[in-house]
């Protein structure tokens, strides 16, 4: 694995979020197991270290297995929001 400096894992983790968001757009017809493994597959080619490096699986996962989707679109993009300070 290769060494990041806290400013390269910052702008990683962006990355990781920004990927994210546009695989919550375009999430009209897709299945939920093809995008969380998309965003996997992005993960691990970044190979990025740490416990939380698939909180944003855990994010889309939630979305997808939720039964109120208006409520649960509304609790992602707080979610987002505040790990990605990014006009949407």
Same mark, same amino acid.
């Given at each position: 694995?290769?060494?990041?400096?806290?400013?390269?894992?910052?702008?990683?983790? *962006?990355?990781?979020?920004?990927?994210?968001?546009?695989?919550?757009?375009?999430? &009209?017809? *897709?299945?939920?197991?093809?995008?969380? &493994? !998309?965003?996997?597959?992005?993960?691990?080619?970044?190979?990025?270290?740490?416990?939380? &490096?698939?909180?944003?699986?855990?994010?889309?996962?939630?979305?997808?297995? !939720?039964?109120?989707?208006?409520?649960?679109?509304? $609790?992602?993009?707080? !979610?987002?929001?505040?790990? $990605? &300070?990014? $006009?949407?």
């Amino acid at each position: 694995m290769k060494k990041y400096t806290e400013q390269e894992y910052e702008l990683l983790r *962006k990355e990781v979020w920004n990927n994210c968001i546009d695989l919550f757009n375009k999430r &009209k017809g *897709k299945k939920m197991n093809s995008i969380l &493994k !998309s965003q996997r597959k992005f993960i691990n080619e970044l190979g990025i270290l740490g416990k939380n &490096k698939y909180k944003s699986v855990e994010y889309l996962k939630t979305y997808f297995k !939720s039964e109120d989707r208006a409520l649960a679109e509304q $609790v992602f993009w707080n !979610s987002i929001y505040h790990k $990605v &300070k990014t $006009v949407f």
